[in-house]
């Protein structure tokens, strides 16, 4: 993305000619500015007096005093882990770091964690313990524009990810993109006309097919035996669980005919050679109870092929925000350090404690994942005051209900972002925050490339970065540690925190990536050399060699019965993003999508009596959500889906589980069990108003 800033003050954005979009936008990027005038834009601190109370305005000062005496209070009833923090996959670099360092050096909490925990954890899991490594995609996005096959388990790039379709455009020309989805999504439809093969599973029956997948190619003989000798552990175990998952057995099981299972592997194992072979993998596969296995499922098909050892070929998943990579790499998580350094490690935490000034002892040890820590706020051992950042708690959760309560428990919640949003409406403390256009930095994009962003214009005045607003707390709160204002000076720390961790930055700066016309891909060591292929001659872990897990496949954790007799899937749009906090505010993103809706297959509407642009709700064991019946062929019978970019009584994750992935940490969206029903349009009107929910 190009901006530029017009005498008037105003900033315009075009394409740029970029490896990953090649100066594309999707509707999302083209209307980005429209944000930064926004009519409610945050501009002032707001605080509210007492609880269920109205925001007021505020200077800073006040709001600074009611933070710190919020922290000292939670202290005095529960130490210093009755505080916690919620960060963000669309922060800077230089934020997730210095976020990070702020709850642990000023806050001395254990408790922080992330939105990411939501979207990439299952994935990062199933690669650390795999690679040793987790770098979403380990080699050049441009590898896939010479593949022969490519296989997408769970990811709809023609709505998330528009300019990403260019890349797939060889293997449709080859009939060998292969789609796995419940639903016929617009990437799914790429896939007719013999451009490739849509499996289309029940929901949660995806390790049942890419075993089903691997099997064939197991029987076939098109297996690397060589490579999965030399360079893999553990490859036995998940052959002979193969062995048990033949074609026929898969399809009982999950719904995909067995011919379209042989199909598959005949276009992946035919494309190791002929221009290569990727897997890759996105939310749907990874938002599960079993999400860290499903990831685990697709990672030992490619190993069997052998592609990550080849220059054109491998394993990959696709990151969901905006720095997704990043984010997840500088100390957000609950249970890493800097450098993607795991916090448990005693010479990980020498290292960043020297950097940071302090002994070891004083580092907090490891926290829990998001969904448990949300468990714990306002709980009697739990924490007290909570510090969100670049998050929608209340819509984006799981459970989301479960969480607004956990919000209202609490003695002090502090928001900063751009925009009132839905947890706002929770919050004591409101502090407004710069928006991309508004801030320098650095993020990270899927394929592991370090990207400059630029400030194009001021923030409003009344605004403050984060890098100020944590500066300025540490000072009140009594921290000597250094909390610098520029982000060049933060990212300097953050590098040199990074060297030798796993996402080691430390050959680069700003200044290096300012003169660069596209970022190194990391790790970059202190040669300041790029590593677009870490994986060629041997992974991340102690002895080099890939770790083969064996995975069984099972059922949902949230499976039909008790009269819930749908599995709801949940998913994006092409005009919104994440929690529609943002994208809800700009006109032609609403244009396109005003308002939730529920997706039906005809069969399934005829036998509930609903009628297309009916009113419906769907409930589940935990809540229910209610959106405009949209009749489609592109669903199994057994299926519905609803978008999760709306909220209040639109809000899908009302109805989602907040049952987790006992490796990721990461909640069950992905596979609901459901009622479906049509509703009156008075009820609903009634029930919207008392809400506060309009349209």
């Known amino acids: 993305m190009r901006l530029e800033s017009r005498p008037e003050g105003s900033v315009t954005v075009s394409g740029r000619d970029f490896p990953t979009n090649k100066g594309g936008l999707c509707q999302k990027g083209w209307t980005s500015a429209a944000l930064l005038d926004a009519p409610d834009r945050l501009r002032m601190p707001l605080v509210r007096d007492t609880k269920g109370g109205p925001l007021r305005e505020a200077s800073w000062e006040e709001a600074y005093a009611r933070i710190v005496r919020g922290v000292r209070a939670a202290r005095e009833v529960g130490g210093d882990d009755a505080v916690a923090v919620f960060g963000g996959g669309g922060l800077t670099n230089e934020k997730a770091y210095l976020l990070g360092k702020f709850a642990r050096v000023v806050l001395r909490t254990r408790y922080v964690d992330y939105n990411g925990r939501f979207c990439m954890s299952s994935a990062a899991a199933a690669a650390n313990r795999t690679f040793g490594l987790d770098r979403g995609m380990?080699?050049?996005?441009?590898?896939?524009?010479?593949?022969?096959?490519?296989?997408?388990?769970?990811?709809?790039?023609?709505?998330?990810?528009?300019?990403?379709?260019?890349?797939?455009?060889?293997?449709?020309?080859?009939?060998?993109?292969?789609?796995?989805?419940?639903r016929r999504s617009?990437?799914?439809?790429?896939?007719?006309?013999?451009?490739?093969?849509?499996?289309?599973?029940?929901?949660?029956?995806?390790?049942?097919?890419?075993?089903?997948?691997?099997?064939?190619?197991?029987?076939?003989?098109?297996?690397?035996?060589?490579?999965?000798?030399?360079?893999?552990?553990?490859?036995?175990?998940?052959?002979?669980?193969?062995?048990?998952?033949?074609?026929?057995?898969?399809?009982?099981?999950?719904?995909?005919?067995?011919?379209?299972?042989?199909?598959?592997?005949?276009?992946?194992?035919?494309?190791?050679?002929?221009?290569?072979?990727?897997?890759?993998?996105?939310?749907?596969?990874?938002?599960?109870?079993?999400?860290?296995?499903?990831?685990?499922?697709?990672?030992?098909?490619?190993?069997?092929?052998?592609?990550?050892?080849?220059?054109?070929?491998?394993?990959?998943?696709?990151?969901?925000?905006?720095?997704?990579?990043?984010?997840?790499?500088?100390?957000?998580?609950?249970?890493?350090?800097?450098?993607?350094?795991?916090?448990?490690?005693?010479?990980?935490?020498?290292?960043?404690?020297?950097?940071?000034?302090?002994?070891?002892?004083?580092?907090?040890?490891?926290?829990?994942?998001?969904?448990?820590?949300l468990h714990r706020l306002g709980t009697p051992d739990g924490p007290r005051m909570?510090?969100?950042?670049?998050?929608?708690?209340?819509?984006?959760?799981?459970?989301?209900?479960?969480?607004?309560?956990?919000?209202?428990?609490?003695?002090?919640?502090?928001?900063?972002?751009?925009?009132?949003s839905e947890t706002t409406e929770y919050a004591d403390v409101v502090l407004p925050t710069t928006q991309w256009a508004e801030e320098e930095g650095t993020m990270t994009n899927l394929e592991g490339r370090l990207l400059r962003r630029r400030r194009a214009q001021p923030p409003p005045n009344g605004v403050r970065d984060e890098l100020q607003i944590w500066h300025d707390l540490a000072l009140l709160l009594?921290?000597?540690?250094?909390f610098s204002t520029a982000a060049s000076e933060v990212f300097d720390e953050l590098a040199a925190a990074s060297a030798g961790g796993r996402s080691d930055y430390s050959g680069t700066s700003h200044l290096a990536l300012d003169a660069a016309a596209v970022g190194p891909q990391w790790p970059v060591g202190t040669d300041s050399s790029s590593t677009p292929r870490p994986f060629i001659d041997r992974f991340s872990t102690p002895d080099g060699r890939a770790v083969l897990h064996d995975v069984v496949p099972g059922r949902p954790s949230d499976d039909l019965g008790d009269h819930f007799e749908l599995y709801l899937v949940t998913g994006r749009l092409?005009?919104?993003?994440?929690?529609?906090?943002?994208?809800?505010?700009?006109?032609?993103?609403?244009?396109?999508?005003?308002?939730?809706?529920?997706?039906?297959?005809?069969?399934?509407?005829?036998?509930?009596?609903?009628?297309?642009?009916?009113?419906?709700?769907?409930?589940?064991?935990?809540?229910?959500?209610?959106?405009?019946?949209?009749?489609?062929?592109?669903?199994?019978?057994?299926?519905?889906?609803?978008?999760?970019?709306?909220?209040?009584?639109?809000?899908?994750?009302?109805?989602?589980?907040?049952?987790?992935?006992?490796?990721?940490?990461?909640?069950?969206?992905?596979?609901?069990?459901?009622?479906?029903r049509a509703v009156d349009g008075a009820w609903y009107k009634t029930v919207a108003e008392r809400a506060g929910v309009h349209g």
């Not at 709505?159 to 455009?169: D, G, K």
């Not at 009594?478 to 250094?482: D, L, M, Q, R, T």
């Open 138 to 182: 380990p080699f050049p996005i441009e590898d896939l524009a010479s593949a022969g096959a490519i296989l997408l388990a769970g990811s709809n790039v023609a709505e998330t990810m528009p300019p990403f379709v260019q890349h797939l455009a060889r293997a449709r020309e080859r009939g060998g993109l292969i789609v796995i989805d419940p």
């Open 186 to 373: 617009a990437t799914a439809s790429l896939t007719d006309d013999g451009n490739g093969v849509h499996l289309q599973p029940l929901p949660g029956a995806d390790i049942a097919v890419l075993l089903g997948i691997l099997h064939v190619i197991i029987a076939s003989g098109d297996l690397d035996q060589t490579f999965l000798q030399q360079r893999t552990t553990g490859w036995e175990e998940v052959a002979a669980r193969a062995s048990t998952w033949w074609p026929e057995r898969v399809e009982r099981e999950s719904g995909v005919p067995a011919s379209q299972i042989r199909r598959a592997a005949q276009l992946l194992a035919g494309s190791v050679d002929e221009g290569g072979s990727f897997v890759l993998t996105g939310r749907g596969a990874e938002q599960h109870a079993r999400g860290t296995d499903t990831v685990q499922a697709a990672i030992n098909l490619a190993l069997f092929l052998g592609l990550p050892r080849r220059a054109r070929g491998g394993f990959a998943t696709l990151t969901g925000q905006g720095n997704g990579q990043g984010g997840r790499e500088h100390g957000q998580k609950s249970d890493q350090l800097p450098g993607y350094r795991m916090i448990t490690d005693v010479a990980a935490r020498e290292h960043i404690a020297g950097i940071w000034g302090i002994s070891p002892q004083e580092l907090p040890g490891p926290g829990v994942p998001a969904v448990e820590l």
């Open 386 to 420: 909570l510090f969100v950042h670049g998050s929608n708690l209340a819509v984006s959760a799981p459970n989301a209900e479960r969480a607004r309560e956990r919000l209202t428990a609490l003695d002090t919640l502090v928001v900063c972002d751009i925009v009132p």
């Open 478 to 482: 009594g921290s000597n540690a250094s």
């Open 574 to 676: 092409l005009a919104h993003y994440q929690s529609g906090a943002q994208t809800r505010r700009v006109a032609e993103l609403v244009g396109a999508t005003p308002g939730a809706f529920v997706a039906l297959h005809p069969l399934t509407a005829q036998r509930l009596g609903v009628d297309e642009g009916e009113l419906v709700e769907v409930t589940s064991r935990r809540g229910s959500a209610v959106g405009i019946a949209r009749i489609t062929r592109d669903l199994r019978p057994d299926v519905v889906f609803m978008p999760f970019h709306f909220a209040k009584l639109q809000a899908a994750n009302n109805v989602t589980s907040d049952v987790t992935d006992p490796v990721s940490g990461m909640p069950e969206f992905k596979v609901s069990a459901v009622q479906v």
